[in-house]
């Protein structure tokens, strides 16, 4: 009998692995991406001091595109791009949680990485 794979158990190891090797200090924190089924949301977190330093999604009002899609995913990585040179963040690690870095997640690094950040 073959076994159905669980796509988000396979997602969730994927990310604890990754976890392992990456983490985000003060001078360069961690852009960790997450991607619903509607949403994509994106933050910025010091795993030092445990906290969120920058946060956006697709929720925003800034945002004009309310789908998880290329479109709506340069516009957060411009937004967060935009957010965090407020903060006075400029290189950051890039935490995919575990997705494959194409289609949305690349675009939204792409457009992060335009709007000014460093990974």
């Known amino acids: 009998m073959v076994k159905k794979t669980d796509r988000k158990m396979e997602r969730t190891r994927r990310h604890i692995r990754v976890r392992r090797k990456v983490s985000g200090t003060a001078q360069r924190p961690r852009l960790c ?15 030092v001091a445990a906290k969120t330093i920058v946060a956006a999604s697709t929720l925003d009002k ?6 998880a ?15 965090a040179l407020n903060q006075k ?4 690690v890039f935490d995919r949680g575990g997705y494959i870095y194409h289609g949305v997640i690349k675009e939204l690094a792409e457009a992060a990485r335009e709007g000014g950040l460093k990974f």
């Open 33 to 47: 991406v997450y991607r619903s089924n509607t949403n994509l949301y994106v933050q910025i977190i010091d795993d």
């Open 62 to 67: 800034e945002i004009k595109t309310k789908y």
């Open 69 to 83: 899609n290329k479109e709506a995913a340069k516009e957060l990585g411009t937004l967060i791009a935009k957010k």
């Open 89 to 92: 963040i400029e290189t950051v």
